[in-house]
């Protein structure tokens, strides 16, 4: 870090409250150097001498004070990022505060030291990116300026390009400790042109973090190309993948480019590549082998220069064991490995997702509100469907919702018997807070307290409250579970199909599914038990 660097600090505004001794030790512990400031007028002075890092400030609904320190900063012309303190659950104005352009958003009485790290993380991530933007404009501004004469085009023509503007990333959702970790090492892994394998359930974002590695790579100006291997006959796949000449066979009337060549200069992802082939996993390992490819119906060799992403739900090594995946080719795909975690393993991303898709899915920039109990029943559903399944309960509670505010009731789940959290939604207090990423319009949700108990500050879902004794407890389940089990072999035996089974039981056929195989599956234990 240079001097300049060093010297660079972060601006507090907080009219209501100063900043305690204590709580400034902790910001700098966290890595920040604060000025404290208390007016608009102290702020305009500060900018002025273009020292300033960034700028917290306390924003309530009572006053307009983000409006008026991004309205002085673009009469000043000077681009800070703006960090937001807002009162616990007024999740209102955090998406307000995102969409008027805040790059971070806490809630103010928040002092942990993780929080804020995160915050400092945000400040800078935030900072770096507007300094290569505006060397980005300078560069295009030099270049425009430099190729103005028409002489000097004629004479350089041939010898010099207009550089084009860097892509921009695309916003992604990666709030919880865990989805941060996972950002942070596919960045350092997009930067090696190396193969990738993305495990990880269906739908809990494989695609998104497979598009985070070509837009944070050197290929991130070339194509993305993507293909799932499960929704195409094996005799497509091939033609889709490798091409085609003219007269190759039958209907063939023009020569096709297949999608390794279509992926020239940028990335290839290839989904679900568990369910391909194994005879086209051979010759897709000979083409990553040799970085060439032969089109049907061709004697010619194309170099290939092309990054292979791969995917898949599957447990590869247990395909392998089950020889229904070539070894050699696991090894090939993947150089790298990253899991992406179901949704209910990374609690922390579910309120900032559904920001983000309220967002997305309201009508002419519509504000939402989610009500306190609405936010702890999200948090506390298990997402068998992960996220694929959170944005249906979204755009479905967008329908059902009056005045753009979400009740509980406005929650349909695919799967509702197997909620997690305790019916009574009184044995759980609302949500606590929230911190949002750039752009994203979102919210983290901090832990509930449950029944007036301090939890641990990292909880991997909202939990229920726990009852007075835990023995009654436990047989109160035992009998619970033995009476369902009743019912549902009552209910197969009674019906003619499980379709209809599971009509009589009021549930769902794939959770009848469910709970048919983990009754098979406890049965066995108890006669291996036995």
Known sequence: MNSKQSAQYTLWLDPLQPLAASE??????????????QTLEDLQTALADGQSLALIVRHEATNDLLACTIELMNRMGVALPVVCRIERRQLELAVQAMRQGAAHVLAHDDWSEESWKITNDAIHQAHQA???????????????????????KKSNAANYAIPKATPVQRNVVYVDPVSRHLLALAQR????????????????GK?????????????????????????????LIDDMLFGHEKGAFTGAQKEFKGLFEQAQGGTL?????????????????????????????????????????????????????????????????????????????????????????????????????????AQVKLVSYPWPGNVRELENVVQ????????????????????????????????????????AARALASMAAEVPKVMNTPLPTALPSYQAAPLAQAAPAANLQEAVKSNEHQLILTAIQN???RMEAARVLGISPRTLRYKMAKLKLETSNMAMAG
């Open 24 to 37: 400034h030790s902790q910001l700098a512990a966290a890595g920040l150097a604060i000025r404290r400031i």
């Open 130 to 152: 507007a300094v290569q933007a505006k060397l980005q404009a300078e560069l295009q501004a030099t270049v425009k300026a430099a190729t103005a004469s028409s002489a000097y």
């Open 189 to 204: 892994v997009a930067q090696a042109n190396v193969t990738a394998l993305i495990e990880g359930p269906t739908g809990a």
């Open 207 to 235: 695609e998104i973090l497979a598009r985070v590695l070509h837009e944070s790579s050197k290929r991130a100006k070339g194509p993305f190309v993507g293909l799932n291997c499960a929704a195409l006959p094996e005799q």
């Open 269 to 373: 992802f290839l989904d679900e590549i568990g369910e391909m082939p194994l005879h086209l996993q051979a010759k897709l390992l000979r083409v990553l082998q040799e970085r060439q490819l032969t089109r049907l119906g061709s004697e010619q060799a194309i170099d290939l220069d092309v990054r292979v992403i791969a995917a898949t739900n599957k447990d590869l090594r247990l395909a392998m064991a089950e020889r229904e995946f070539r070894e050699d080719l696991y090894f090939r795909i993947s150089t790298f490995k990253l899991r992406v975690p179901a949704l209910r393993n990374r609690p922390g991303d579910i309120l900032p997702l559904v920001a983000s898709m309220l967002v997305r899915h309201g009508q002419n920039n519509e504000a939402f509100t989610v009500s306190d109990e």
């Open 396 to 435: 479905r509670a967008v329908v059902l919702c009056s005045n753009n505010h979400i009740e509980v009731t406005h929650l349909m789940f695919d799967d509702a018997s197997e909620m997690l959290v305790s019916e009574d939604s009184s044995t759980l207090e609302p949500s606590q807070g929230f911190q």
């Open 495 to 497: 019906t003619d199909s």
